[in-house]
C-alpha cells in the first residue's frame, strides 16, 4: 500500500466526469481549457478565449434521452468543441461519436432568411479514452471527411479526435515526443495516482518543453490537488471517486466470471470431443478414462457425469 507523506499532495484522478470538469470546464479552469485545445490541435492561430455552451446535446429522435457531455464550447471563430472522456468500453462507440458530433453541427442551423449553409463553422468532437476499442489501436486518430478517388481531404468543417490513452507506451515523460503526448502522459499519471503533486511537476520541470507549456501543466496540477479542495468539493470528488471504483469493480468481477464460465464450457466441449473420438476408434474404456483424469483435476462430479454420461457412483468408485 502506497504510504504519502503528510507534506506531499495527492492529484485528482482526472477522467472521473466530476473531477475533468471540475479541471477544464469552469471559469477558473478556462485558461486549461484553452491550454488543452492549442496543444491538441495546434492551430495556425491559437485559440484565446471559449465560451462554455449548453453540454446536453439533444437527439432529433423522441425515443432517445439526451446525452450529457463533459465540454460543449466554442471559441471567438464560432467552431465548435466537444470534449468527451470515457473510462470504461462503450457499445457503438464509433457510431455514437459521428452521430453526436453531426447533431453539434446540426445546432448551427437557425430558422429565418438571414441564416445560410455558409455559416456552418468547423466542429471538433474530441474523445478521450482509457481503452482501446480497435484490434490495431493507435494514440491518436484524427478523422475528416476524405474524398476517396483523388486522396485528399473533402472538407475540414468536421473533425474527430480519438485518443486511446493505453496505446501510450512512455514510462516516463522523456519519452514522449509530441507535445500532446505530454499532455496525454501527465493525465494518465494523475488517473494511475501513484505520483503526488510534487513528483509530477518535477518531471514536467525537466523537461525542454516551453515555459508556457510548463506552467499550463503546473497550473492543471495545483488545480487537481485534493488538498486544496473545499469540504464540498471534496465530498463530490470522493463521490465521484466511489461510484468510479464500484463500477470498476463491477465489471472486474462480471469479467471473472466470464472467464470461468468460458473455462466451464471449453472443458465441457473438451470432454464431448474427447469422447467422440475415442468412439470413432472403438475404445469403449475412454468414458472410463476421461472420468479419472477429470477427477485427479478436482473437477465436481455433476459436471463429469454430465459430460461423460457415466453415474456419480461409477465415478465415485473410480
Same mark, same amino acid.
Given at each position: 500500500?502506497?504510504?504519502?507523506?503528510?507534506?506531499?499532495?495527492?492529484?485528482?484522478?482526472?477522467?472521473?466526469?466530476?473531477?475533468?470538469?471540475?479541471?477544464?470546464?469552469?471559469?477558473?479552469?478556462?485558461?486549461?481549457?484553452?491550454?488543452?485545445?492549442?496543444?491538441?490541435?495546434?492551430?495556425?492561430?491559437?485559440?484565446?478565449?471559449?465560451?462554455?455552451?449548453?453540454?446536453?446535446?439533444?437527439?432529433?429522435?423522441?425515443?432517445?434521452?439526451?446525452?450529457?457531455?463533459?465540454?460543449?464550447?466554442?471559441?471567438?471563430?464560432?467552431?465548435?468543441?466537444?470534449?468527451?472522456?470515457?473510462?470504461?468500453?462503450?457499445?457503438?462507440?464509433?457510431?455514437? /461519436?459521428?452521430?453526436?458530433?453531426?447533431?453539434?453541427?446540426?445546432?448551427?442551423?437557425?430558422?429565418?432568411?438571414?441564416?445560410?449553409?455558409?455559416?456552418?463553422?468547423?466542429?471538433?468532437? /474530441?474523445?478521450?479514452?482509457?481503452?482501446?476499442?480497435?484490434?490495431?489501436?493507435?494514440?491518436?486518430?484524427?478523422?475528416?471527411?476524405?474524398?476517396?478517388?483523388?486522396?485528399?481531404?473533402?472538407?475540414?468543417?468536421?473533425?474527430?479526435?480519438?485518443?486511446?490513452?493505453?496505446?501510450?507506451?512512455?514510462?516516463?515523460?522523456?519519452?514522449?515526443?509530441?507535445?500532446?503526448?505530454?499532455?496525454?502522459?501527465?493525465?494518465?499519471?494523475?488517473?494511475?495516482?501513484?505520483?503526488?503533486?510534487?513528483?509530477?511537476?518535477?518531471?514536467?520541470?525537466?523537461?525542454?518543453?516551453?515555459?508556457?507549456?510548463?506552467?499550463?501543466?503546473?497550473?492543471?496540477?495545483?488545480?487537481?490537488?485534493?488538498?486544496?479542495?473545499?469540504?464540498?468539493?471534496?465530498?463530490?470528488?470522493?463521490?465521484?471517486?466511489?461510484?468510479?471504483?464500484?463500477?470498476?469493480?463491477?465489471?472486474?468481477?462480471?469479467?471473472?466470471?466470464?472467464?470461468?464460465?468460458?473455462?466451464?464450457?471449453?472443458?465441457?466441449?473438451?470432454?464431448?470431443?474427447?469422447?467422440?473420438?475415442?468412439?470413432?476408434?472403438?475404445?469403449?474404456?475412454?468414458?472410463?478414462?476421461?472420468?479419472?483424469?477429470?477427477?485427479?483435476?478436482?473437477?465436481?462430479?455433476?459436471?463429469?457425469?454430465?459430460?461423460?454420461?457415466?453415474?456419480?457412483?461409477?465415478?465415485?468408485?473410480?
Amino acid at each position: 500500500m502506497e504510504i504519502v507523506k503528510k507534506n506531499e499532495r495527492k492529484v485528482m484522478k482526472p477522467l472521473l466526469d466530476w473531477a475533468f470538469k471540475y479541471l477544464f470546464a469552469t471559469e477558473e479552469s478556462k485558461p486549461n481549457l484553452i491550454g488543452f485545445l492549442n496543444i491538441l490541435l495546434n492551430p495556425e492561430a491559437p485559440i484565446v478565449d471559449v465560451q462554455f455552451m449548453n453540454n446536453e446535446s439533444l437527439p432529433a429522435a423522441q425515443n432517445l434521452k439526451g446525452c450529457v457531455f463533459d465540454i460543449i464550447c466554442k471559441d471567438t471563430n464560432e467552431d465548435r468543441f466537444l470534449i468527451e472522456v470515457q473510462t470504461t468500453q462503450t457499445v457503438y462507440i464509433v457510431d455514437r /461519436i459521428i452521430y453526436y458530433t453531426c447533431r453539434l453541427m446540426d445546432r448551427m442551423g437557425k430558422s429565418g432568411s438571414e441564416w445560410d449553409y455558409k455559416d456552418i463553422k468547423r466542429v471538433y468532437s /474530441i474523445c478521450l479514452m482509457n481503452f482501446t476499442f480497435e484490434q490495431d489501436p493507435k494514440l491518436r486518430k484524427d478523422i475528416q471527411l476524405y474524398d476517396i478517388e483523388e486522396h485528399k481531404a473533402f472538407s475540414d468543417k468536421l473533425n474527430i479526435i480519438l485518443l486511446q490513452l493505453p496505446c501510450l507506451k512512455a514510462e516516463s515523460i522523456d519519452e514522449c515526443n509530441a507535445n500532446y503526448e505530454f499532455l496525454l502522459y501527465l493525465l494518465k499519471e494523475m488517473q494511475n495516482g501513484m505520483k503526488t503533486t510534487e513528483q509530477l511537476k518535477n518531471e514536467v520541470a525537466k523537461t525542454n518543453l516551453p515555459q508556457a507549456t510548463k506552467e499550463l501543466f503546473y497550473k492543471v496540477l495545483d488545480t487537481a490537488d485534493v488538498a486544496s479542495l473545499s469540504e464540498m468539493d471534496r465530498i463530490r470528488y470522493e463521490s465521484d471517486l466511489k461510484n468510479y471504483m464500484d463500477t470498476m469493480s463491477c465489471i472486474e468481477f462480471a469479467t471473472v466470471k466470464g472467464e470461468e464460465k468460458g473455462r466451464e464450457e471449453g472443458i465441457k466441449e473438451g470432454i464431448k470431443e474427447g469422447i467422440k473420438e475415442g468412439r470413432k476408434e472403438g475404445r469403449a474404456e475412454e468414458k472410463t478414462s476421461i472420468a479419472k483424469t477429470l477427477k485427479t483435476k478436482g473437477i465436481d462430479l455433476t459436471t463429469i457425469a454430465e459430460c461423460t454420461g457415466l453415474t456419480i457412483p461409477e465415478i465415485e468408485k473410480l
